[in-house]
């Protein structure tokens, strides 16, 4: 019952990073304009580019991520298919 809960926190596809991808934009940018109306003149736009930037290589990093974990599994498999091909 346990894996089957941590699975729902398990990002299977590029559409489900996308959707996290957006949803930390979106959340970026709210703190973003809090940050304009806060902080005094090139220390809000500092860090509103600073909140906007953290999303683009959170999300780089997770497509990455998937990128990989895709490309381990086909190696899997061909060391699979290779190993029952010879008989070990």
């Known amino acids: 019952m346990l894996t089957k809960f941590a699975r729902l926190f398990v990002i299977k596809n590029r559409f489900e990073a996308f959707a ?10 709210n703190r973003g ?9 090139y ?3 500092a860090l509103f580019l600073a909140a906007c ?5 959170g999300g780089a990093a ?3 991520s998937l990128k990989t974990k895709k490309e381990l599994e086909e190696l899997k ?12």
């Open 20 to 29: 996290i991808i957006y949803a930390l934009a979106l959340g970026a940018t």
């Open 33 to 41: 304009m809090v940050y304009l109306e806060t902080f005094p003149p």
């Open 43 to 45: 220390w809000r736009e």
């Open 53 to 57: 930037l953290a999303v683009m290589m």
């Open 62 to 64: 997770i497509l990455d």
């Open 77 to 88: 498999a061909q060391l699979a298919a290779k190993e029952s091909g010879t008989g070990k």
